[in-house]
């Protein structure tokens, strides 16, 4: 297991426990991390991820506090993150996605006009290479949403956008640990609709099927390795 993964499953132990509750301060880094037996570098790599996924508020100058969700909330985004490493049914959702995708960009690229083309284009260009990964993630969100819309059928699109927030925080926790995440992200949006400008239905399709298809392989590649991103997706830009 890796350090990271260790780190979180001992603060949900300690949400477990009663030791920390809703609303708790944690104790300062240095005590905590001596408190756990781990780094303090490794510490704040599992923080920041519990951030990110809302299980902790760090306040700047004033500390980090577990939020006050109910407990049963805080331990079913904590146990995502490990869940990851065993549970295949968010490989399932990703799958469903890539199969209905597909077909929705290939519709898009046939019916859509230059004016949508342009509103695609001004999503991509809303995000840059230093938007944090909550806001690339509400791109992403908001991206593949458009691009369903435009398949003009409006139940493929709505199926389409339920099932991608059911993997949204599986693509904050890709975010997190995957190097180049953004730029391979904004790369890949911005080829989907250089296709769907030029109406190339074939393309728009295949390229789509690519970028859902990366994100299953780097959940894959997690679920069987230490927790780290695979080596082999940080040269990939």
């Known amino acids: 297991m890796a350090v990271t993964d260790e780190a979180i499953l001992q603060i949900k132990g300690m949400i477990l426990s009663g ?16 408190h756990l037996g781990l780094s303090r570098g490794s510490l704040r790599e599992a923080v920041k991820a519990l951030e990110v996924i809302r299980v902790l508020d760090v306040r700047r100058g004033d500390g980090t506090y ?20 065993n549970d295949d ?37 809303a995000v840059d290479r ?10 992403d969100l908001q991206f593949h949403a ?28 890709r ?16 080829a989907i609709v250089d296709a769907i400008a030029v109406k190339d239905a074939g393309l728009a399709e295949s390229l789509s099927i690519a970028h859902v298809a990366g994100i299953e392989n780097w959940i894959r590649a997690w679920s069987t390795s230490d927790g780290q991103a695979p080596p082999s997706t940080k040269d990939i830009t």
């Open 130 to 139: 230093v938007t944090d990964i909550e806001g690339l993630v509400a791109h």
């Open 146 to 173: 458009a691009v369903a819309s435009l398949s003009g059928n409006g139940y493929l699109a709505t199926l389409i956008e339920s099932l991608a927030r059911g993997t949204e925080r599986a693509r904050v926790w």
């Open 66 to 85: 577990v939020t006050s969700l109910d407990p049963g909330l805080l331990l079913e985004a904590i146990s995502f993150v490990i869940d990851l490493h």
């Open 175 to 190: 975010g997190l640990t995957q190097a180049n995440a953004t730029e391979r992200t904004l790369n890949e949006h911005a």
């Open 19 to 34: 030791e920390l509750r809703p609303g708790d301060r944690l104790p300062p880094e240095k005590e905590l991390s001596e």
């Open 89 to 125: 049914s968010i490989l399932e959702l990703f799958a469903v996605r890539r199969i209905l995708e597909a077909p929705a960009a290939a519709l898009a690229a046939e019916r859509s006009t230059p004016e949508e083309v342009i509103g695609l284009r001004k999503l991509i260009d």
